[in-house]
């Protein structure tokens, strides 16, 4: 793509003039100055006894250190860590946020599979359900081991590797490798027979001069809330450390084993007339079989036919997921003024999604058989940076190169008939109990390369003033699609642009107020999901037929935004404000929406030339009495279309509608308390105006969940440990209500089968002991 020529010009410039300055780690934001070396060093979070658990760093970007985090269950999903941040919204079915399908982000009007997501420098690309292109953080690592997020709301900085980021970036971060040996050990038992189990263990240096290891264990088991199921999740991460005199280079592995029974997908409809425990009806197969004979099909199961309940309540669904992704990173200093790293990356995936149809009888004589996607993918990559600091400016550059094998197929297996006496196939698999899969459909496969070039420069004006200015350049490209008997479509789709420009400035005209102002263009490649796909994500190859494909590609353009930011925030002492306002232009976004049932998908995939995200963020903190302190987030956003989607000379009504599944009203409360070796806190999250369809006919329920706990330290002496006993409760006020919506994507008009409820009242004692 010519990055390579471009970026080794660059570091032939900066390491021919290794003049004046600090050299630094080129990935961590901010500097540092050590006033001894005049070396600039990586900014460590620590926590304190006077908790700050977000901080503002620089323009546009936010903090969290997790070690502060007061509301954050113990193996909960990473994208929890972000939930309270002004603009960002954040739901799932279950307190844990286990089930992929079910846990959702928002960011200022942008999924989270239009953000960069970033875990310890690997690009994890498309997070979405069943992805073909990329790594969710649920399956990665231990959370308890990630020490801070660091994310940018507005924009992703140039220095962001993805090929789907349109919106802002999170950047994770475990903790790094100790000097000194630890091991902290905890257990959490809970509501719905929870259990979950974490070890974290640092080795300390091992010998004069040798390596510092983290290590991270996790297991987690819990039945549903309702009906029949468990969810389990196994995860482990290693991170070595060993210094060298020129620099230092790092290990990381993580390896992650998940087995989920899903909860129902609902519609309005159903919550009215079947009430809030509507579910799969696991493990009660007999009832399952029964309602599904054709013979029964128009007899009465309540206030729907059996026929009509076997295909909104079907026997099953769920997944299976294994994930590893692991990288070695070499950080070195080429002088006093230039430093640099780089790393290598690998991930690999396997995916296993099934639901019970009711539409496909299993030739055995079931009424039904176990669908089942099976998306894979191997990631394999390479990044390059270096900074050089002289004078008043800091540059930086970057080289990302990746490649991607991915396919899918879609399987129909055999269900034993009820006269045979055999097991029912279980959600998790094996499928094959039955023999192979007697029916296939849109076998497809990929080839993708992605590609990214960045060069940013940061002057400091004066100790006051500091401007930035970059731009980055991509190219993303796609061939594939289906290689089965069936037509699925097959294609390549590439995105190219060498010049997508980002500038910002930040001011302090005094020591506690803070102003700045960040613009950004960015474009993002084509999102990679085959026909008949499950979930949230607008993919061109879902397209019906090859020529509907065709007829799209000849005129389809990536999507291409403009993101501005501006905003001020100050501190009163104990009282700190920020205020935060922003502008999207998005062009050309494809938008896919989903017809038909659960069982045969029908995506009807179109762009829509025009749409445009308004908001603005207000936060408050306040710590006052000394041991109390409140915190207050409130955000309105609108992201309107600007045009009608018009598909196949077919027009759908959307012009001046607002996006579906994301709320245009959010408030986010904190209270916490802490005394001595007592902490307690309340936090609540309230969403209101959540568009259900495109055209905006039907609103999604308000959502309030509020959640509390309270902990007590006891310190250790001797050889006793530290241990503490902390008490959780989730969904305190036991409110009924929806969690997600648009886990099946979102219809044009009217209702759909697409939402999940939200966990009931659960309570979660854990005990934990450091050594």
């Known amino acids: 793509m010519g990055c390579a020529a471009a970026i080794a010009t660059t570091m032939y410039v900066l390491a021919m ?155 994770y971060s475990l903790e790094d490798p100790a000097a000194a040996p630890s091991i902290l050990v905890s257990q959490t038992y809970g509501s719905s027979d929870t259990l979950v189990t974490t070890l974290s263990t640092q080795t300390g240096q091992l010998g004069s001069d040798g390596p510092k290891i983290l290590l991270g264990f996790q297991r987690i088991s819990d039945d549903k809330y309702q009906a029949g ?163 008043k400016h800091v540059i930086t550059t970057g080289l990302w190169q990746e490649r991607v094998r991915a396919a899918e197929t879609q399987g129909w297996y055999n269900e034993p008939s009820l006269s045979s006496g055999g097991p029912p196939l279980q959600v998790i698999g094996p499928y094959n109990l039955y023999g192979p899969a007697f029916q296939t459909e849109n076998a497809s496969r990929f080839k993708t390369s992605n590609g990214q070039f960045y060069l940013h420069d940061d002057y400091s004006l004066t100790d006051r003033l500091t401007f930035g200015a970059g731009f980055k350049a991509i190219e993303f490209d796609t061939t594939g699609g289906g290689i089965g008997p069936d037509p699925a479509p097959y294609g ?95 062009s050309d976004r494809l938008l896919s929406a989903t017809v038909n049932n659960l069982f045969q998908i029908v995506n009807t995939v179109g762009a829509v030339d025009r749409s445009d995200i308004v908001g603005s963020d207000v936060g408050v903190a306040y710590r006052f009495l000394d041991y109390w302190r409140f915190s207050e987030s409130a955000g309105l956003s609108k992201f309107t279309y600007g045009d009608n989607l018009d598909v196949e000379g077919v027009v759908y009504p959307i012009r001046g509608a607002a996006q579906p599944g994301y709320p245009e009203y959010t408030l986010v409360s904190d209270l916490s308390f802490e005394y001595d070796s007592i902490e307690a806190g309340v936090n609540s999250t309230e969403y209101f105006h959540q568009p259900f369809s495109y055209e905006n006919d039907i609103y999604g329920y308000n959502y309030w969940l509020v959640i509390a706990h309270a902990s007590y330290d006891i310190e250790g002496s001797g050889k006793r440990p530290d241990v503490k006993v902390r008490l959780d409760v989730h969904n305190l006020l036991n409110r009924q209500q929806v969690g997600t919506i648009g886990v099946c994507g979102f219809p044009f008009r009217g209702d759909f089968q697409t939402m999940n409820r939200s966990a009931p009242r659960q309570l979660f004692l854990k005990v934990s002991a450091r050594y």
Not at 554 to 568: A, F, R
């Open 492 to 586: 390549t789709l590439d995105a190219k642009n060498w010049f997508l420009p980002h500038v910002s400035a930040t001011w302090r005209p005094t020591d506690g107020t803070d102003v700045f102002a960040d613009l950004a263009e960015t474009e993002t490649g084509y999102r990679i999901s085959p026909r008949g796909n499950i979930g949230y994500s607008a993919s061109l190859w879902t397209a019906s037929t090859q020529q509907v494909f065709d007829s799209a590609a000849s005129s389809i353009k990536p999507e291409h935004d403009w993101n501005l930011t501006v905003g001020t925030s100050h501190r009163f002492g104990d009282l700190s404000v920020s205020v935060d306002a922003y502008y999207s232009v998005i």
């Open 229 to 391: 199921g468990t969810q389990y999740m196994l995860r482990g991460n290693f991170k070595a450390e060993q210094d060298v005199p020129w620099g230092d280079f790092t290990v990381f592995f993580s390896d992650s084993h998940a087995e989920i029974w899903g909860y129902d997908d609902l519609s309005f409809a159903m919550i009215q007339n079947l009430g809030w425990t509507a579910d799969y009806q696991y493990p009660n197969y007999q009832q399952a079989y029964l309602r599904a004979l054709p013979e029964n099909a128009n007899v009465s199961c309540g206030y729907y036919t059996c026929g009509e309940l076997s295909l909104l309540e079907p026997y099953d669904s769920g997944q299976s997921t294994t994930d590893e992704i692991g990288s070695i990173a070499h950080t070195f200093n080429l002088s006093s003024a230039l430093s640099g790293k780089v790393m290598l990356y690998g991930a690999t995936n396997y995916t296993h999604i099934a639901i019970t149809d009711p539409t496909t009888p299993s030739p055995d004589g079931a009424p039904f058989s176990e669908e089942v996607w099976h998306p894979h993918q191997t990631r394999l990559g390479v990044t390059a940076e270096l900074k050089y600091a002289v004078g």
């Open 17 to 171: 003039n290794p003049a004046l300055a600090q050299a630094v780690n080129p990935n961590t934001p901010p500097p540092t100055e050590n006033e001894d070396t005049g070396v600039l060093e990586d900014v460590t979070v620590t926590a304190t006894k006077e908790r700050e658990p977000i901080r503002q760093v620089a323009p546009n970007t936010y903090e969290i250190r997790t070690a502060d985090m007061t509301d954050t269950l113990t193996g909960s999903n990473p994208l929890d860590l972000v939930k309270n941040l002004p603009g960002v919204v954040y739901t799932s079915t279950d307190p844990y946020g286990l089930d992929l399908s079910d846990a959702t982000t928002f960011v200022r009007g942008f999924h989270q599979n239009e953000l960069a997501l970033v875990f310890e420098g690997i690009p994890l690309n498309d997070s979405s359900y069943g992805s073909l292109g990329g790594t969710t953080p649920l399956n990665i690592g231990v959370p308890d081991d990630i020490s801070s997020v660091q994310v940018s709301p507005g924009t992703a900085r140039e220095s962001a590797f993805s090929s789907v980021v349109t919106g802002g970036e999170i950047r």
